[in-house]
């Protein structure tokens, strides 16, 4: 039996990068992104010449897992680059992979990266005041291409869950996205990309509950 509950507000601190209200919060340090990028040398001389800064953090509000709830909250990813790669979210799809989610860009200067199970790539650009709906079935990862902090609230059914291993099994996601050498960016092929086949790709499309 469901329990009446009280409604419930935060307030988000676009600057700062969190919210008041938050159940729970967590920190990925650069150490964490280990394997993420192409040149590893460069990942590791960062960490240690930086002291394995954070560099992202997330305060969330967690009602229940349950299916109809609605996870909330506040992602503060801090600017900067492995060599020529921006600093960027583990990225994952959704254990119940048919879960959507949304982002709502407050600060800063954003990408989404989006790859469907087959293997074609979205870039969605995200500032302040912009919505991002990503849609059931996308892995997603986002990137502070500024020079900035990128500060998103975001919103996703509680019992979605997160899959990363799906990245790994890919060897990442098709592309990487790299600076242009003139303040923007620019998509380039992972060369180290396998290709899900059909099956597991329409695999992945069942995986709904
Ligand atoms: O979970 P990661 O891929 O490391 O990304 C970090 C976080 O980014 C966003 O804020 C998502 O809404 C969170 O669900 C996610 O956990
Ligand atoms: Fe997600």
Redesign the pocket.
Same mark, same amino acid.
């Given at each position: 039996m469901d329990m009446l509950r009280e409604p419930v507000t935060s307030i988000v601190d676009a600057d700062k990068g969190g919210m008041s209200g938050n159940t729970g919060r967590y920190e990925?340090r650069l150490s964490d992104l280990a394997g993420l990028y192409e040149d590893a040398a460069a990942h590791a001389n960062l960490t240690e010449k930086l002291g394995n800064p954070v560099v @992202?953090a997330?305060e969330?509000f967690r009602p229940s897992d349950r299916a109809g709830d609605l996870?909330y909250?506040v992602?503060r990813m801090s600017p900067g680059r492995v060599s020529d790669e921006f600093f960027l979210? %583990?990225?994952?799809i959704h254990a119940k992979a048919d879960r959507p989610?949304i @982002?709502f860009g407050q600060k800063g200067k954003g990408l989404m990266q989006l790859e469907s199970p087959e293997g074609e790539t979205r870039i969605v650009e995200i500032g302040p005041q912009t919505i991002c709906y990503v849609p059931p079935y996308w892995i997603h %990862?986002?990137i502070n291409v500024g020079d900035e902090d990128l500060v998103?609230v975001?919103a @996703?059914p509680s019992d979605s869950g997160?899959d @990363?291993g799906i990245i790994e099994a890919s060897n990442g996601m098709r592309h990487r996205v790299k600076t242009d050498g003139n303040g923007g960016w620019t998509l380039v092929e992972n060369r180290d990309y396998r290709p899900r086949n059909s099956e597991t790709a329409a695999a992945l499309m069942k995986r709904y509950a």
């Open positions: 990925k @992202y997330v969330d996870i909250g992602t979210t %583990r990225g994952h989610e @982002y %990862r986002s998103m975001f @996703y997160q @990363y």
